[in-house]
């Protein structure tokens, strides 16, 4: 499977980003999960959220519940992030990520940068 993410950004305070990425390539109908994980800056990587592939049970870090929402597009056999009220602390670059199973080890598009200003 391989997965093409787009829609990261620099933009101020307050603002939205719309981040999408689509998965193409062998295996790419048999995805179990979708999900959407972050690496700031002199950090580790942290899930952000993740949904089912069917578009069910959405689920979110504290940090970003009520402001950013996981969705899936079957047209374009993606999984979507919607960012709004972005603050300067959501500043890294955003990893999407697919598995195939419960247990499956993540697969790993490249990561999209988005930077916040204040």
């Known amino acids: 499977v391989q997965l093409q993410a787009s829609g990261g950004g620099s933009v101020q305070d307050g603002a939205s980003l719309r981040l999408s990425c689509a998965a193409s390539?062998?295996?790419?109908?048999?995805?179990?999960?979708g999900a959407w994980f972050r690496q700031a800056p002199g950090k580790e990587r942290e899930f952000v959220a993740d949904?089912?592939?069917?578009?069910?049970?959405?689920y979110y870090a504290d940090s970003v519940k009520g402001r950013f929402t996981i969705s899936r597009d079957g047209a374009k056999n993606a999984v979507d992030l919607q960012m709004n009220s972005l603050k300067p602390e959501d500043t890294a670059t955003y990893y999407c990520?697919?598995?195939?199973?419960?247990?499956?080890?993540?697969?790993w598009g490249q990561g999209t940068l988005v930077t916040v200003s204040s």
């Open positions: 990520a697919i598995r195939s199973g419960s247990h499956t080890p993540w697969i």
């Open positions: 390539g062998r295996g790419s109908n048999g995805i179990y999960k």
């Open positions: 949904i089912a592939w069917n578009g069910r049970n959405p």
